[in-house]
Every structure is written in C-alpha cells, then in structure tokens.
C-alpha cells in the first residue's frame, strides 16, 4: 500500500513539474506592409489587445515597410512615418526587404538609426562608409523563452536585391541558403529559432528541407496568402499578402526545452473595428499634405489592370519624352486598379513610388527586341508594358521562356529591326534590361513620377479601358 501512495504522489509530482514547464511563445507578424499607414492604427489595437494577454509578445515583420503611400515615401524624411509608427506599435525587429533600398544607402542607414527596432539581415554586408547598423541577427528573452531570430532577405537574377542597381551598389550579398547555413550554431544558444525571411514562399517551403533546425520561418517577399500558417518538414511558415489586410498570430507550446506544439491564425486587420488611439493621431499627422490632393485629370472610364495603367505609363513617358518608343517593366507599376474619376497627385505617387529618373537611348529594332528580352528575364518573366509598337510574344510552356518575339507598328506591320528608334524608359526598367547595345542611355532631367504627372495635365482626360498591346500566343 505504500508502494502504491508513494507512486501515487511521484506522479503527482511529475504532473505538476510538466505543468510548471509548460511555456508559451507568441508572435504577431506582418510582412510587405508597403506604407499601408491607414491599416496601422488597427494593428496597433490588435499587438496592444495580445500584448495585454501575453505581455512577453514578439513583434516581428517580414520586409518591404515602405514604397506604396506617398503619405510614407514622400514625407520629410522619405519612409520615417512608417518607422513611427512601427516604433509606437512596439515592433522588434525586421528584416531588410527589397523595397528598403529606395531610400537608397544613405537613406536605409538612416532610417535604421531611427528605429527603436533591429534591422536584420545576414546575407549582407554594407560597405562601411554608409555606416549602416544591420546584424544578421539577434536574441529576444520572451517570459524566459530564448527566440534566435535570423534575417535574410531574397536576391533577384542580378546578384542583389530587386532594387535599382545604384541603390544596392557597395554593397555585398551572399548566397541566401549557404548563409543561413553558417548560422547553425544558434539553434544550441536558444530555445526558438526563428527565420525572419524576406525570400518569398516558395524559397521558404524549399529551403526548408535542408534546415531541420529551424522552428518557424516568418515570411514575406511573394505577398502569399496563408490560412496562419503551414506546416513544411517541421517547420511552421507564416505569410500574408501585401498592405496589411491581414496579420498573423502564431503561437509555439514548450514544455521543458522542446516545442510540443506550433500553430498560426491570421487575424483580418480590415475587419478590425478599433484603432489605437495614438497611432490615429500620428497617421492624421502625417496625411496632412494637400499637394497630394492636386486634380490632374479626369479618368473617363476605370482602370481595371495593371496593364492599362502601365500602357498610359509607358504612353507618358514617350509623349512627354518626345520619343519613338517606350517600355516599362511590369513589377515597376504599383496599383492593380483606378476608379473612374479625378486621378489625383497621390494616385502618380502610388502607381509609382520610386522617383526613378528617365534615360534616353538610340537603339534599332533588334536592340529594342534584345533590351525587352533581358526585362523579361530579370523581372520575373513578366512581359513589360510598350508604347509606340505592339508585341506578338510565343512562349515555351516548358520552359517559360520567350520562343519568338515579332515588333509590329500600330498598323501591324513588322517593326524595321534596322531602324534606329528614340527610346525613353525609366532607369529601373533599362538597368534590368542589361543587354550589348551601343547606346547604354543618359539621364534626362525628368523623373518618371513627374512625367506621368505632365502627361495627365496636359491630356486633361485619359481613357485606357481594354487597351492591350502585347499578344500572347
């Protein structure tokens, strides 16, 4: 009968210890918020409502914070209202996206000593003149539990971030996996490893594989939509897609030094019905800029694609530009849709954010087939946006590359491939379109923004309804 009380109160015991061992990790995450500042009040609410529940809460974002309000990327100190209001949401730490390059080096540097929150990025290594303050990474205590957080951030088919190449230059980057590969040894220093990714979903499922000792991978860079999160071989990954309709909660069970449990609800910050009251204030501050408001003309039917934004885009820059022909890569156009209506100052600053200057170039046919070519391969094999020539493109469904590409006038008749054209691009769209022309281009003294901008005051009403230039075959 002793025996049996004595194993009786041992396992009581043992209960009771499990129980005291049992510790939650929580997270609140964003990613790719691109200066929604209108959705940051209602975040605000939500990291305050889960701080109060769980005080040792980890706020965390997957990249791109900036480049899609002019509210945020026109301000004083170009991208600072978001870096306010991620400070008072109380983020701590986010890794260096694509899209913080915009301000340039000297810009980021800034921007980063600005912030109450580390800048994370392992897969980088600024030249020292620019006195940029990046770590690969950083520890976080959360209520005792050890988080390693590791940021690493996506490299396109130049070698550096999709950024303009000016932006990025002195700068060096390494290869994403073999990178995060060196840092192995964290996982021995902390409870929770975490990869604070800006490589997109697809890269974070693959590389999962080969890093087993990775806990959560908090993602962002694809803008992709997960229900939470997904578990990939052990490994939870979370996402959302771009300006903030949606935040993620995830939530990770240790009992004694091992995780038992991991899971990820997405939280609709649109559907949120209250606002930090502070953060209101500060988002009312920083909106009060009435050139933003200026009528520049008249939409007389909606735009309802991209591709009729960036067709007037590539329009503004060969009528404004007085050029032959234009082209404009499609990631570089930034809104999917336009009501009907006044197009205003802010609706040029969102459907393009980057202030890129326009570069002129004599090129023939052939070039301009080659330079097009090239834009597709370096932006994610999308077909750019033309002006003054239409395009019959063949694809290789196995491969997706470009099979046959014939340049056609309005008539459609055949562009002269001999012929030498007056090109006006955005600088952005002739740097990732590297190809042996003669004519490399110069710099206008014009910026893409402010010739869209000339170009709807000077057309007064503009319709773009079905306009298609480019046939896929």
């Not at 204030?281 to 735009?303: C, Q």
């Not at 459609?412 to 042996?436: D, F, H, M």
Request: charged share 25%; aromatic share 8%.
């Amino acid at each position: 009968m002793r025996k049996i009380v004595l194993s009786a109160l041992a396992a009581m015991m043992a209960l009771a210890v499990s129980a005291q061992e049992r510790r939650e990790l929580h997270i609140l995450s964003a990613n790719d918020i691109h200066a929604a500042i209108e959705n940051m009040p209602r975040l605000g609410y939500v990291a305050d409502s889960l701080r109060a529940l769980y005080p040792d809460l980890l706020i965390l974002s997957g990249g791109d914070n900036r480049s899609g309000d002019p509210v945020n990327d026109m301000f004083e100190i170009p991208a600072y209202p978001m870096v306010a209001l991620m400070n008072q949401i109380g983020f701590q730490a986010t890794v260096v996206g694509n899209h913080e390059f915009d301000s340039n080096q000297d810009g980021l540097a800034r921007l980063i000593d600005l912030g109450a929150f580390a800048t994370l990025c392992a897969n980088m290594e600024p030249d020292a003149k620019w006195n940029m303050h990046v770590k690969p990474y950083k520890y976080f205590d959360c209520g005792g539990i050890k988080v390693g957080v590791l940021g690493i951030t996506a490299l396109g088919s130049l070698g550096t971030p999709e950024s303009h190449p000016t932006r990025v230059s002195e700068i060096k980057f390494m290869d994403p996996l073999e990178t995060i590969k060196k840092y192995e040894f964290m996982r021995k220093e902390c409870d929770v490893m975490l990869l604070l990714s800006h490589l997109g979903y697809e890269t974070d499922v693959k590389f999962s594989k080969e890093l087993p000792w990775i806990d959560i991978i908090v993602g962002g860079h694809s803008h992709t939509q997960l229900e939470g999160g997904e578990m990939h071989n052990g490994i939870l990954i979370t996402q959302n897609m771009k300006s903030l309709p949606y935040a993620t909660h995830s939530t990770l069970v240790l009992e004694g030094n091992k995780i038992v449990e991991k899971k990820a609800e997405k939280i609709a910050i649109a559907g949120v019905k209250r606002e930090n009251k502070v953060l209101q204030e500060l988002v009312r501050y920083f909106s009060e800029n009435p050139a933003f408001k200026r009528v520049l003309a008249v939409a007389e039917t909606p735009f309802s694609t991209r591709e009729e934004l960036g067709n007037m885009v590539v329009d503004a820059y060969r009528t404004e530009g007085k050029a032959d022909v234009s082209f404009q890569n499609a990631g570089g156009v930034r809104m999917d849709y336009v009501p009907a209506g006044e197009m205003t100052v802010g609706d040029v600053l969102k459907m393009d954010p980057f202030q890129n200057a326009l570069v002129e170039a004599n090129i023939t046919g052939k070039e301009l087939a080659e330079m097009l070519i090239s834009c597709y391969e370096h932006d994610k094999h999308r077909f750019p946006y033309v002006s003054g020539f239409k395009c019959d493109v063949t694809f290789d469904p196995a491969t997706n590359q470009i099979k046959k590409l014939v340049l056609l006038d309005d008539n459609g008749k055949k562009l002269n491939l001999k012929k030498t054209y007056r090109l006006v691009a955005n600088s952005y769209a002739v740097a990732v379109s590297p190809t042996n022309r003669k004519d490399q281009g110069r710099n206008l003294t014009m910026t893409s923004p402010e010739t869209i901008k000339n170009y709807l005051e000077h057309q007064g009403k503009v319709s773009y309804q079905g306009t298609s230039r480019v046939n896929i075959k």
